[in-house]
């Protein structure tokens, strides 16, 4: 049975031709239909530029999901309930005589959900096409990042949605905040006193959070090599992470109770000048190793690459947060490309007992560490000191977990992709996952000033091997504070 509270809509999808539509959108959206989630009577427009018949564009669509679906979730009578929604319109996005067709195509809708899976600088011209086709009065836009490359051209797009659509009917997509790890962190902070009453600078050390990707650019060099990886992880992604790890409790679970929440963090970060860019960040380029065996070339060495570029694949930064609940507590955040291992996680190191009664040599053990992993295997782990078991062991210590790890526990149950939750979210009309204009600006401000460092100091970013945790001088920058990376082999 539907719930209620998802009404019947028509989903628009411009930019259906493309890598993040084919590859996510559309089997996130088939998920939603088999677990009898999407209205009777939804229907999904798909968008594209290229001409053709609208069944040569659906049928690549078809191919899709079976190639991005798991064979396990695929069944014939949702595949074909699911394509019975599915119709597809050629268009270009940039002239205002193409939308007339489209809302002829569309017929009277009760709701329309504008999905842009383009670059942000056709925003405000979909945008305007739909107003002037009388189409925006019912209508959600949902917004793919990055939105802008610095603050003042992210003002610009938010400022051209912003003339046709109000701050209510916009929903700017940060994935990771539709994981269902991610989710959990609210819940596990602020439903349980046992972590909310130590989660403070009395009793946290330091604060890790790690992004690491074993891809390259994967075709991607004209965008990647524009944007960076600052601009493509940290501005986004990463201070997300941050701020829901550090937001004081919100007043309830509404959409700007979270954010003004997660504002106050944004607004909280001490600058980081260029005098102290060679203390508190690192970034690196990686340049030709191994990845699982196998040889990988470097980022200059890539399909179409610049030889002379300077844009870093990755960063590594010390981050305080100047308030009362985090005053004198670091964090550490990293993100990059070519590494080890594809791996997502939080870690919240917890400090030290007051006063030590064990024996001297097993101190260096003493550790509570709090593992928020959000992929590949999401879970929470809770790493705590116990005794050894056996007559001859006396006191003697080790450290276990005690874990939570969602596909053990939840075995029977698939974990939902975090697009299948925020296009559930976006039909609900929910915007508590979703990113507002604010934090994008204060996020944008706190990087311009990394970037103008780095321009202003014109040196290269470190190099480091493709398969290693990146330059040796990140490991430098948590070992200053008597730190470690948890978990680098």
């Excluded at 698939?414 to 609900?428: F, G, H, N, Q, S």
Aim: with cysteine; glycine share 6%.
């Amino acid at each position: 049975m539907i719930p209620q509270s998802i009404e019947a809509c028509t989903l628009a999808l411009f930019g259906a031709s493309g890598d993040l539509a084919l590859r996510k959108l559309f089997p996130a959206l088939y998920q939603l239909d088999q677990a009898g989630l999407l209205h009777a009577d939804t229907r999904i427009l798909a968008l594209g530029r290229e001409s053709g018949e609208p069944q040569q564009h659906l049928a690549v669509i078809d191919q899709h999901l079976r190639l991005h679906v798991a064979a396990d979730d695929l069944d014939d009578a949702t595949l074909q309930r699911f394509s019975a929604r599915l119709d597809y319109l050629s268009m270009d996005f940039l002239s205002a005589e193409a939308y007339p067709a489209l809302a002829d195509k569309l017929g009277r809708v009760e709701q329309l959900i504008a999905y842009f899976a383009t670059p942000a600088s056709v925003y405000g011209a979909i945008c305007s096409g739909l107003a002037h086709s009388g189409l925006a009065e019912r209508t959600r836009v949902v917004l793919e990042k990055p939105i802008g490359h610095d603050l003042a051209s992210s003002l610009a797009v938010n400022d051209a949605v912003a003339r046709y659509f109000p701050e209510s009917r916009i929903y700017r997509i940060d994935h990771y905040l539709g994981k269902e790890t991610v989710q959990n962190l609210i819940a596990l902070r602020f439903a349980n006193s046992l972590f909310e009453s130590q989660w403070n600078q009395h009793h946290i050390s330091h604060v890790e959070i790690t992004v690491a990707e074993q891809v390259g650019i994967e075709g991607r060099w004209g965008y990647f090599d524009q944007a960076g990886q600052l601009r493509d992880m940290i501005q986004n992604h990463l201070l997300q992470l941050l701020c829901l790890v550090a937001m004081d409790p919100p007043s309830d679970l509404s959409a700007d109770s979270i954010r003004d929440e997660k504002v106050k963090v944004l607004k909280a970060l001490a600058p980081i000048t260029a005098e102290q860019l060679g203390q508190q960040v690192v970034r690196g380029q990686y340049v030709a190793g191994s990845i699982k065996g196998k040889a990988v070339p470097g980022y200059l060495e890539e399909d179409n690459a610049n030889a002379q570029s300077h844009t870093e694949t990755f960063v590594a930064l010390r981050a305080e947060i100047r308030n009362w609940r985090w005053s004198g507590v670091p964090f550490y955040l990293r993100t990059g490309k070519r590494m080890p291992q594809k791996l997502s996680q939080i870690v919240i190191h917890f400090k030290e007992p007051p006063h030590y009664i064990f024996a001297p040599e097993q101190r260096p053990l003493i550790s509570n560490r709090l593992i928020i992993r959000l992929q590949p295997d999401e879970g929470i782990s809770l790493q705590v000191m116990t005794k050894e078991q056996g007559l001859d062991k006396g006191m003697q210590l080790r450290s276990g977990p005690l874990q939570l790890s969602f596909s053990d526990t939840y075995r029977s149950m698939r974990i939902p992709d975090a697009y299948e939750r925020l296009l559930l979210e976006v039909m609900k009309g929910n915007q508590n996952l979703f990113v507002r204009k604010d934090e994008i600006e204060y996020a944008w401000q706190w990087c311009d000033q990394l970037i103008a460092g780095w321009q202003r100091q014109g040196s290269a970013p470190k190099p480091y091997a493709a398969g290693t945790w990146g330059p040796a001088a990140s490991i430098a920058l948590i070992t200053r504070d008597g730190k470690d990376w948890y978990g680098d082999l």
